[in-house]
């Protein structure tokens, strides 16, 4: 069974979490408040309207700070929990956990302490709320928020902006659609200028969330009296009014007890004239009763949202979490093994875009099928091999005494002239190829989702890959510069050997001879060293890529992090903890987030603790 003791109770242990995790309907607006959707009783009205009379006659304790000026500085959360009769009477506060309040002048002045303590004695006003729990046999379970007094004007030393701070203050708590509003106004001024009904009217056009309370109805001048109010004639709401009887000034001064004051309110209205027919539905006792059972009612209808609002919260707050990861480990164990964890996650992805299933490895591609061929056949050696230039060469080559029958020397010159073109187009591949991994490096660091959080660490594998591949690409040209050099250093003889023959088999040999020092003679020069340098360029086609694909690709799929795993290997706990150092603002966050997901998980729990008990 559901008892209204549950249910008050379960929204009180709610709101207290909530308090402690800082949410209390203020402020940090980028989580959803749960304190918004708990329904309460705030308790309004203008300076000296009665509320903290009608507050301490509902407890039926003296307990709330007195005097002149704004005494109430900061939102009054009292929580009243009903004990068995007989039981003694002791408050607690919510920031003094372990401390039992027996005696209710030391609750006064700790009120009054605990505002100063977090407004200064400045007398300004703060919305974090002070939380009082009263156990007593004399309450009745409810939860009321007593609020700073509505005024006109600031009083000295206090700030002008105060009477709008005030109101704002009030406003934030009643224009809720959870609040229950607690009107109060006196009875011996005009309703029409009452403060509380003026700002209840404008949150709650409807009155069906307002509860109007008429106090000093004793004080009325004679022979007048507040039937129209308390009839609904002057001024309508969906619950009925409640008139009060507080103690008087003097009655205060004059100590008179609070139990003894709630059977004289009994008494007054049991005896008079004009309310005696009203009298079962007036006085403080009845107000309490009223308000508990209505605050029952709605906590009962909005307990299915309040659910529902709590899961989703839960979800939403469970997805963020995923999002911004874990915290991350103290120990330096656990830090090494994250890293490595990290730089795994990262050479995962970089190895899926050279092996396919991430594009990019087939820039690679790329770089040896049109690259590398286009370059080589953009080398110069149609000027090389150029009549003009042929006879050169080989006139040069042969000093004062002109070539008998092949010019040997001069086939050389030009053909080394012509392979040492090769160097150009094969480091130039080489670089091709490195940077298409220098930018999959940059391209799967971003990537990497578990590495978004930590940019420092991003940074440090962007900076020990980077370092990686300049060492490849170091090795590579070397590599390829020595297949070139290879070329140089031994020519293919039997392509030579075969040349005389073809001339032979050509033509006449007479005629050969008298061609030695003509233009057909270094033509064919020219032509048969082309025929040579052509066939070299095929071999490279084929193996300049070999050797890149050996000392840069390979090498990077198998050892890019290695250096960087030595190195890291070495460091101490600190410098891994710096490594890990992730955005500041993140990392606030991430703590926001965990903190709310206790508070949502703490009121699942305690919901379904109190649906269990159905
Ligand atoms: N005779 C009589 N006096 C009352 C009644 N209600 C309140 N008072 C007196 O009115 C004065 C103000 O009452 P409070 O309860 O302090 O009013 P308040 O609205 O809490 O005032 P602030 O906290 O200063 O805004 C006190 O002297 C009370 O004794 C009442 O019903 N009858």
Not at 441 to 466: D, H, M, Y
Request: glycine share 6%; proline share 4%; with cysteine.
């Amino acid at each position: 069974m559901t008892t209204m003791e549950s249910l008050i109770g379960l929204v009180n242990r709610i709101q207290r979490a909530c308090t402690v995790l800082g949410d209390y309907g203020d402020g940090d607006n980028t989580f959803s408040s749960l304190w918004e959707a708990l329904p309460s009783v705030a308790v309004v009205g203008g300076q000296s309207s009665g509320k903290s009379s009608v507050l301490e006659s509902i407890v039926g304790r003296d307990f709330l700070p007195r005097g002149s000026g704004i005494v109430t500085r900061r939102p009054l959360v009292l929580q009243l929990h009903k004990t068995e009769d007989g039981s003694q009477e002791y408050a607690e506060f919510l920031h003094l956990p372990k401390r039992r309040f027996t005696d209710f002048s030391m609750v006064r002045k700790e009120i009054q302490d605990e505002t100063d303590r977090v407004t200064g004695r400045t007398k300004q006003i703060s919305p974090i709320p002070i939380h009082l729990s009263i156990y007593s046999p004399n309450v009745v379970n409810l939860t009321l928020i007593d609020l700073p007094g509505l005024t006109k004007v600031a009083v000295e030393g206090q700030p002008d902006t105060i009477v709008q701070d005030i109101e704002t203050m009030v406003r934030t708590y009643v224009e809720k659609p959870n609040c229950i509003i607690l009107a109060i106004s006196p009875a011996n001024q005009d309703i029409a200028t009452s403060d509380a009904i003026k700002l209840a009217r404008e949150v709650d056009p409807t009155g069906e969330r307002t509860f109007g309370v008429l106090t000093k109805l004793d004080l009325m001048d004679k022979g007048t009296n507040a039937l129209d109010v308390l009839e609904g004639r002057s001024y309508r709401l969906q619950h009925p009014w409640v008139g009060i009887v507080n103690r008087s000034q003097a009655d205060i001064n004059r100590n008179v007890d609070m139990i003894v004051a709630r059977r004289k309110e009994r008494e007054y209205f049991a005896t008079s004239p004009d309310y005696g027919h009203l009298a079962n539905k007036m006085g403080s006792e009845y107000l309490a009763k009223l308000l508990s059972k209505q605050l029952e009612s709605v906590i009962r209808a909005r307990i299915p949202s309040i659910t529902s609002l709590i899961n989703k919260s839960i979800e939403e707050l469970e997805s963020e979490m995923d999002h911004l990861g874990r915290p991350i480990a103290v120990d330096a164990g656990a830090q090494l093994y994250t890293i490595l964890e990290l730089c795994r996650a990262f050479d995962r992805i970089f190895k899926e875009h050279l092996d396919g299933g991430r594009p990019g490895g087939d820039r690679i591609y790329g770089v040896f099928d049109n690259q590398l061929p286009a370059a080589l056949r953009k080398l110069p050696f149609d000027r090389h091999l150029s009549l003009q230039n042929v006879r050169k060469v080989v006139s040069e080559a042969d000093g004062y005494q002109p070539h008998l029958i092949a010019p040997e020397q001069g086939y050389r010159r030009l053909i080394e002239g012509s392979l040492n073109y090769f160097r150009g187009p094969s480091e130039a591949s080489v670089d091709a190829v490195h940077f298409v991994l220098k930018e999959l490096v940059r391209k799967s660091i971003g990537e990497t989702q578990e590495l978004r959080r930590f940019p420092t660490l991003q940074a440090e594998i962007a900076a020990a890959a980077n370092e990686a591949l300049e060492r490849f690409r170091d090795e590579s040209k070397k590599t390829v510069v020595r297949l070139v050099d290879m070329e140089s250093s031994y020519l293919t003889v039997e392509f030579f050997r075969r040349l005389p023959q073809e001339v032979e088999k050509a033509g006449n040999p007479a005629t050969s001879t008298v061609d030695r020092y003509t233009e057909g003679h270094f033509r064919r020069i020219g032509s048969n060293v082309s025929s040579y340098v052509g066939m070299v360029s095929e071999t490279l086609r084929n193996t300049i890529p070999k050797a890149i694909v050996y000392c840069q690709v390979r090498e990077a799929k198998l050892s890019l992090l290695n250096h960087f795993y030595t190195q890291i290997g070495k460091r101490e706990g600190k410098q891994l903890g710096q490594m890990l150092d992730e955005d500041p603002a993140l990392m606030e966050r991430r703590q926001q987030c965990a903190k709310r997901l206790e508070l949502y998980k703490a009121a699942r729990d305690e919901i379904d603790s109190v649906s269990w008990a159905r």
